[in-house]
């Protein structure tokens, strides 16, 4: 009968793609009231702080509105030369705003920098009201909900387009994450507008051109995506930077200043830059451990990891790696080599579970008359030592 195992092992690290000194990696305290922290390159979450709680996202949730739109412009719904006209509604709209007035017809392109670069109310409500289901904000808002679900942000409900206060608008850090994962990945030929420092729309707005990310200056290889501030919120960043071969994406939520959320979202980048490295932990083919077969040619098969196993680690953690092989075993024959048979598992300090898959080293066929016989005899031994309930 086959049951869930797991073996216990110790990985060596082979080699480290780079060396830093520096403090663990468990050092940094976040003060922010809500952060997560992805290396979206390796997949790895550095940090999680009330990730999941639903909270006032403020106009970071103005990036669901943008996902929307892009997908729209990549479906032929909107062009970026299309010129929008601009309601009673979407004027009304105070805080950050385009100045917009129902004289208008604005270019799609436009409303995407003002909304981008200054975080306009009013372009939100204009790009909404063009494409809800039923020509309202409030309804765009109910599509954005069920597209956030299919998206598999869990933890998302909109009452409008651009996260002014209200009543059940929602989201968490978590949630904000995945969103800017999506924004990234598939929509790269729009991402490069989150890295614009300045949009000057017709010269009406000349206190409101800059964009407010505090770390696109820094040369620290931030290039987006969105603030936001409310009172009720405080201050927060959905963050994004990128350094050599690795993108680092995080969402901080909560801090009291403007001033207290720049320092912290340039603590995030630096921390998870320097802090952490990829380790290769076996090479491609190499056994990292064996499973046990049932009525197969074979006892055991060598299980291998698929290429290169690496992980992102602490640059301060030990070069041994406690792990553990798990899988449902024994594993019947037939078997080919490369099929998917077991996980291997590792929970570095202060970091989540880190989950990679091990396949067969090599094939093993169905045993012959003789190995079911073997097989059989042993299964009626072993029934006969333990007795029917199973126990010595």
Same mark, same amino acid.
């Given at each position: 009968?086959?049951?869930?195992?797991?073996?216990?092992?110790?990985?060596?690290?082979?080699?480290?793609?780079?060396?830093?000194?520096?403090?663990?990696?468990?050092?940094?305290?976040?003060?922010?009231?809500?952060?997560?922290?992805?290396?979206?390159?390796?997949?790895?979450?550095?940090?999680?702080?009330?990730?999941?709680?639903?909270?006032?996202?403020?106009?970071?949730?103005?990036?669901?509105?943008?996902?929307?739109?892009?997908?729209?412009? $990549?479906?032929?719904?909107?062009?970026?030369?299309?010129?929008?006209?601009?309601?009673?509604?979407?004027?009304?709209?105070?805080?950050?705003?385009?100045?917009?007035?129902?004289?208008?017809?604005?270019?799609?392109?436009?409303?995407?920098?003002?909304?981008?670069?200054?975080?306009?109310?009013?372009?939100?409500?204009?790009?909404?009201?063009?494409?809800?289901?039923?020509?309202?904000?409030?309804?765009?808002?109910?599509?954005?909900?069920?597209?956030?679900?299919?998206?598999?942000?869990?933890?998302?409900?909109?009452?409008?387009?651009?996260?002014?206060?209200?009543?059940?608008?929602?989201?968490?850090?978590?949630?904000?994450?995945?969103?800017?994962?999506?924004?990234?990945?598939?929509?790269?030929?729009?991402?490069?507008?989150?890295?614009?420092?300045?949009?000057?729309?017709?010269?009406?707005?000349?206190?409101?051109?800059?964009? $407010?990310?505090?770390?696109?200056?820094?040369?620290?290889?931030?290039?987006?995506?969105?603030?936001?501030?409310?009172?009720?919120?405080?201050?927060?960043?959905?963050?994004?930077?990128?350094?050599?071969?690795?993108?680092?994406?995080?969402?901080?939520?909560?801090?009291?200043?403007?001033?207290?959320?720049?320092?912290?979202?340039?603590?995030?980048?630096?921390?998870?830059?320097?802090?952490?490295?990829?380790?290769?932990?076996?090479?491609?083919?190499?056994?990292?451990?064996?499973?046990?077969?049932?009525?197969?040619?074979?006892?055991?098969?060598?299980?291998?990891?698929?290429?290169?196993?690496?992980?992102?680690?602490?640059?301060?953690?030990?070069?041994?790696?406690?792990?553990?092989?798990?899988?449902?075993?024994?594993?019947?024959?037939?078997?080919?080599?490369?099929?998917?048979?077991?996980?291997?598992?590792?929970?570095?300090?202060?970091?989540?579970?880190?989950?990679?898959?091990?396949?067969?080293?090599?094939?093993?066929?169905?045993?012959?008359?003789?190995?079911?016989?073997?097989?059989?005899?042993?299964?009626?031994?072993?029934?006969?030592?333990?007795?029917?309930?199973?126990?010595?």
């Amino acid at each position: 009968m086959t049951r869930p195992l797991r073996r216990s092992l110790r990985l060596s690290v082979l080699a480290c793609s780079a060396l830093l000194w520096a403090l663990p990696a468990s050092a940094f305290d976040t003060r922010a009231r809500a952060a997560y922290i992805l290396d979206q390159t390796t997949n790895t979450v550095l940090l999680a702080k009330n990730a999941d709680e639903a909270i006032p996202p403020a106009s970071m949730s103005k990036l669901m509105t943008l996902y929307i739109a892009f997908e729209a412009l $990549r479906d032929g719904r909107l062009t970026l030369n299309e010129r929008l006209p601009v309601s009673e509604h979407a004027m009304s709209y105070g805080g950050s705003t385009m100045f917009l007035d129902t004289t208008d017809r604005v270019r799609v392109e436009d409303l995407l920098q003002g909304i981008i670069v200054l975080s306009g109310n009013d372009a939100c409500a204009v790009i909404a009201e063009a494409l809800s289901p039923d020509g309202t904000e409030a309804g765009f808002a109910r599509y954005m909900t069920q597209r956030a679900r299919q998206l598999g942000m869990e933890h998302s409900t909109f009452a409008n387009s651009n996260g002014w206060p209200a009543a059940g608008h929602l989201m968490s850090v978590h949630d904000l994450a995945i969103l800017a994962q999506h924004i990234i990945s598939d929509f790269p030929e729009y991402y490069p507008l989150f890295s614009e420092t300045h949009f000057d729309f017709d010269g009406r707005a000349p206190s409101n051109t800059q964009n $407010r990310n505090p770390l696109l200056h820094l040369g620290i290889g931030a290039d987006g995506l969105k603030t936001g501030h409310t009172q009720e919120a405080g201050y927060g960043l959905v963050g994004s930077a990128k350094q050599g071969d690795r993108r680092v994406i995080f969402v901080i939520s909560g801090l009291s200043t403007k001033e207290a959320r720049a320092d912290e979202a340039e603590a995030i980048v630096n921390w998870s830059f320097r802090q952490f490295a990829r380790k290769t932990l076996a090479q491609a083919g190499a056994p990292v451990a064996q499973a046990k077969v049932w009525m197969g040619r074979d006892q055991t098969v060598g299980l291998v990891p698929e290429g290169d196993l690496t992980a992102l680690l602490p640059v301060m953690s030990s070069d041994d790696v406690q792990a553990e092989v798990v899988y449902t075993g024994p594993i019947h024959a037939p078997i080919t080599k490369g099929q998917k048979l077991a996980d291997l598992v590792f929970t570095p300090e202060g970091m989540g579970e880190i989950r990679r898959p091990l396949v067969a080293a090599n094939d093993v066929p169905t045993g012959g008359f003789m190995v079911r016989v073997q097989t059989a005899a042993s299964v009626l031994l072993t029934k006969l030592i333990k007795g029917p309930e199973g126990t010595m």
